[in-house]
């Protein structure tokens, strides 16, 4: 049989599956072994994924000898890639950024108050040759993957010019089960392509006021319309939605595709507010930051909904990852992606910056800043300078009347799966962190990382020989509202919300399972005893693993077939905020009704009480 004609065709379903019968029967008798060179890839699951009672899936491609063709990568000038950002005074400025092919010298963006555009304000756009990397495909669009070679000891076998030595080749059209929905793979190139990343910036905007835009060149094309709200004055109520670790992996894009599911989540949580002045993503936008088709199946799908708002975007680990693990990460891939401001000059898998938005003042971190340096010599997660930073950053919006402070950030600091007690890079700055968040009397802390959902009670800061974890739960007044919604009154700690993930990648939620099955699962957290995992539970009023899954019976894997994301929405509105986190289930890619529920609210109320900056001041001091 040709299987050329199995990658370069589309065959009947009884033929695929007569196909795939065959495929497995002709590799279980030589048994070829594939290659993983994913860059930070996740580990394969020992389990099966969401509702699924059927054994594990081996992917055992049938090879072909020679390589398909592979597929020239099509120019695109419409404008792509599109996103809108804060930068600036959100009461007066706006962000854009978006990609071309061919560049544009006279690319713009048009503004306009009316959305007929009979009032257009115009705003030049700023090219940067970019270099982009995409997988090789063949004519349908399929990935071309490569089996390679392995010793004895299962690494991979070389020619002299250090290239792997091939045993054949496959597409991801014959893709399927639990290793390579993981991410066992194998081996595939990347072909690079000299594109056009733009940024503008709209200045001059009245506050309080939606406006439509497009992007584009006259001599070329222009995009579709888009909007966009800008500030009001302190105290204006307004509402904003929050999701996190989209995290799409390029091979899984004709299997599963998980953009699908990052674009729904973003959409439902817009559809779920009603009226959302912006979007917070917390990180891992995407899997691999070197493979460009995940930024492009990314952005593309969620393009309707990035057009619908203004987005605040904090970068995460995988922003930065090469697709080869231990290759040097690439730094600039998130900014190339996100016109964001970028403090100290300091780009590192992203920036830090802050904004303020009606009287409430957001601190975006980069986690990313954990490169060894003489700013950082220890590799900590957070660096002296943007510790430096923050502190004067929070202290000013004290000043400048700021009434709440909002953190948002990658990797927690508390979170119901591992990384926040595992992660090296967080260990090292976690008492000083939270220190820090304690004496600048931070309200919220959003953060990602971690796919499983999560909300601290109201935390103040410990020293580490007091207890492991930094915190204690406050001892706060609570009352319920009108509305239903137990609201803290006046708390002088931190709530510390993660809303799982917006993709389909699942966790396991290690603490609550016993510490057997902790010790088991992740043995580098064997120091802790019942005693610690009791007090660590104990921080949380709410969290869990939200998937129903057999997945992590045996071991923590990082399985990738979730059909259950969510999101959180924040209303403020005079001196409470509420904060409501809601669940997405059903199966999207096959047409299953999809359903979203409220599973978890709470608010915080300040009056007159609250503390002011010269009260943070001191206790900083």
């Known amino acids: 049989m040709n299987f050329n004609l199995f990658h370069k065709r589309r065959i009947p379903a009884a033929g695929v599956i007569a196909i795939v019968i065959f495929a497995l029967i002709i590799s279980a008798l030589f048994s070829p072994v594939t290659y993983a060179a994913g860059g930070g890839g996740p580990v394969s699951p020992d389990k099966n994924s969401e509702d699924s009672v059927e054994e594990k899936e081996v992917f055992n491609p049938v090879l072909t000898e020679t390589k398909p063709e592979v597929a020239d990568i099509e120019p695109n000038n419409l404008p792509n890639r599109i996103i809108t950002t804060f930068n600036g005074d959100t009461g007066s400025e706006m962000g854009f950024s978006w990609y071309t092919t061919d560049l544009f010298e006279d690319s713009k963006v048009w503004v306009s108050k009316s959305g007929k555009f009979d009032d257009t304000l115009v705003f030049e756009a700023e090219a940067k040759e970019v270099t982009s990397s995409y997988g090789e495909r063949d004519a349908n669009g399929n990935y071309i993957f490569a089996e390679v070679k392995e010793d004895e000891e299962g690494e991979p076998v070389k020619e002299e010019n250090g290239k792997p030595v091939i045993n054949g080749y496959y597409t991801d059209a014959q893709a399927h089960g639990d290793d390579w929905m993981s991410g066992d793979y194998g081996h595939i190139e990347l072909t690079d392509v000299t594109e056009y990343s733009y940024e503008a910036q709209a200045t001059g905007l009245e506050a309080n006021t939606t406006y439509y835009y497009q992007v584009g060149s006259l001599s070329g094309k222009v995009s579709e319309f888009g909007k966009f709200k800008t500030s009001g004055e302190n105290g204006d109520p307004f509402k904003f939605v929050h999701y996190t670790d989209t995290q799409n992996a390029f091979w899984n894009e004709n299997v599963r595709n998980e953009a699908a599911f990052g674009a729904d989540t973003l959409k439902r949580a817009l559809e779920t507010a009603g009226n959302a002045d912006f979007a917070l993503h917390t990180g891992d936008i995407v899997e691999v930051a070197e493979v460009e088709d995940e930024w492009v199946d990314l952005y593309e799908q969620s393009r309707p909904y990035f057009m619908q708002t203004a987005m605040a975007v904090a970068p995460g680990n995988h922003d930065e990852y090469a697709l080869n693990y231990g290759d040097d990460p690439l730094t600039e891939k998130f900014n190339e992606h ?72 990658h990797k927690p600091l508390y979170s119901k799966s591992y990384h926040s007690l595992q992660d090296e890079d967080v260990q090292l700055v976690r008492e000083e962190l939270t220190a820090l968040i304690d004496e600048l009397d931070i309200d919220l802390a959003l953060q990602g990382h971690d ?108 399985n990738r077939n979730s059909s259950t994301q969510n999101f959180a929405v924040y209303e403020v509105v005079d001196d409470e905020m ?32 609250s503390k002011d900056a010269e009260e943070i001041d001191d206790e900083a001091a």
């Open 338 to 409: 996100a016109n964001i401001p970028v403090t100290n000059e300091a780009v590192s898998g992203g920036s830090y910056y802050s904004f303020d938005y009606n009287g409430v003042h957001f601190v975006t971190l980069n986690t990313n800043d954990n490169k060894e340096s003489d700013d950082n010599p220890e590799g900590k997660a957070i660096g002296e300078e943007q510790m430096e930073w923050i502190k004067e950053d929070v202290k000013q919006a004290r000043e400048d009347g700021a009434e709440w402070i909002v953190l948002n950030y």
């Open 578 to 609: 509420i904060v409501r986190m809601y669940q997405i289930r059903g199966e999207l890619l096959q047409g299953g009704e999809r359903t979203v529920e409220l599973i978890d609210e709470f608010g915080i109320y300040k009056d007159a009480e």
């Open 451 to 558: 796919h499983v959902i999560s909300r601290t009670h109201s935390l103040t800061h410990v020293p580490t020989d007091e207890n492991f974890s930094n915190a204690e739960v406050e001892d706060v007044q609570t009352h319920i509202g009108q509305n239903g919604v137990e609201y803290m009154q006046n708390p002088d700690g931190t709530v510390y919300v993660l809303p799982n993930t917006g993709g389909t990648k699942e966790y396991d939620d290690v603490y609550s399972k016993g510490l057997e099955h902790l010790h088991e699962v992740r043995p580098e957290l064997d120091w802790m005893t019942q005693e610690d995992m009791d007090h660590y539970n104990s921080l949380f009023g709410f969290g869990g693993q939200p998937q129903e899954t057999d997945a992590f019976e045996e071991s923590h894997s990082n």
